[in-house]
């Protein structure tokens, strides 16, 4: 049997903050609000931008859907691209690939943006399928995305997430996958072996060993 492992994109695979936080402070702007913190900024990275809005500036209804708005056509206009590879992920998805597993992106990032930047990072053809959400939020959280990638890979043997957030751990329970967490993104201290993680890397290079243990 082949081994799946699905990775998150922002914070696992890339480093998006300062894309992803260059367009909250113009979203911020554009509403009115006080310039983000950085705890505000570093919530925003990882969970569903709907939900972060609500959660990290407390907005509701149509100022939701405002700053989605803002923050998306700043995104999409350049932001998107500033999201360089982690070091060390070339080589852990070369390994993995060569150790005969199937690898796959869950995302709560668009998938239209996902795979804009895979490409421009050079990583699409690493991996065999994206999932990510529907501009329109219907598909946006953690669960849903890995059960978009689970069900596009019926044979996939002992399947894994690894990723950066304490969303990506409740996710992956959901289906009843172990989260490996990628302890070189913005989590917070402890956040994800508080949410669950199996086991938390501090870099690329050690999933492989981890994902033998699981």
């Given at each position: 049997?082949?081994r799946?492992?699905l990775?998150?994109l922002?914070?696992?695979?890339?480093?998006s903050?300062?894309?992803?936080h260059?367009?909250?402070?113009?979203?911020?702007?554009?509403?009115?609000?006080p310039?983000?913190?950085?705890?505000?900024l570093?919530?925003?990275?990882?969970?569903?931008?709907?939900?972060g809005?609500?959660?990290?500036?407390?907005?509701?209804?149509?100022?939701?859907?405002?700053?989605?708005?803002?923050?998306?056509?700043?995104?999409?206009?350049?932001?998107?691209l500033?999201?360089?590879?982690?070091?060390?992920?070339?080589?852990?998805?070369d390994?993995?690939?060569?150790?005969?597993a199937?690898l796959?992106?869950?995302?709560?990032?668009?998938?239209?943006f996902?795979?804009?930047?895979?490409?421009?990072?050079g990583?699409?053809?690493?991996?065999?399928?994206?999932?990510?959400?529907?501009?329109?939020?219907?598909?946006r959280?953690k669960?849903q995305?890995?059960?978009l990638?689970?069900?596009?890979?019926?044979?996939?043997?002992?399947?894994v997430?690894?990723g950066?957030?304490?969303?990506?751990?409740?996710?992956?329970?959901?289906?009843?996958?172990?989260?490996?967490?990628a302890?070189?993104?913005?989590?917070?201290?402890?956040?994800?072996?508080?949410?669950?993680?199996a086991?938390?890397c501090a870099?690329?290079?050690?999933?492989?060993?981890?994902?033998a243990d699981l």
């Open positions: 049997m082949t799946l492992v990775f998150d922002d914070g696992t695979l890339v480093d903050s300062p894309g992803i260059a367009s909250i402070r113009v979203a911020a702007d554009a509403l009115g609000l310039v983000p913190t950085a705890d505000q570093t919530a925003m990275v990882g969970p569903p931008l709907q939900d809005f609500a959660a990290a500036f407390g907005l509701t209804g149509l100022d939701v859907d405002r700053a989605v708005a803002a923050y998306r056509a700043h995104y999409a206009a350049g932001a998107i500033d999201a360089p590879v982690y070091p060390g992920i070339g080589d852990l998805l390994a993995l690939r060569a150790d005969g199937v796959a992106v869950a995302t709560s990032k668009p998938e239209e996902a795979r804009r930047i895979l490409d421009h990072v990583l699409s053809d690493a991996v065999a399928s994206v999932h990510g959400a529907t501009m329109d939020g219907r598909v959280h669960q995305v890995v059960g990638a689970l069900a596009a890979h019926p044979d996939g043997d002992r399947p997430l690894v950066d957030r304490a969303q990506d751990v409740v996710g992956a329970r959901v289906h009843g996958l172990p989260c490996i967490g302890g070189w993104g913005p989590a917070r201290p402890g956040e994800l072996a508080q949410a669950g993680a086991v938390v870099v690329p290079g050690d999933v492989p060993a981890a994902l």
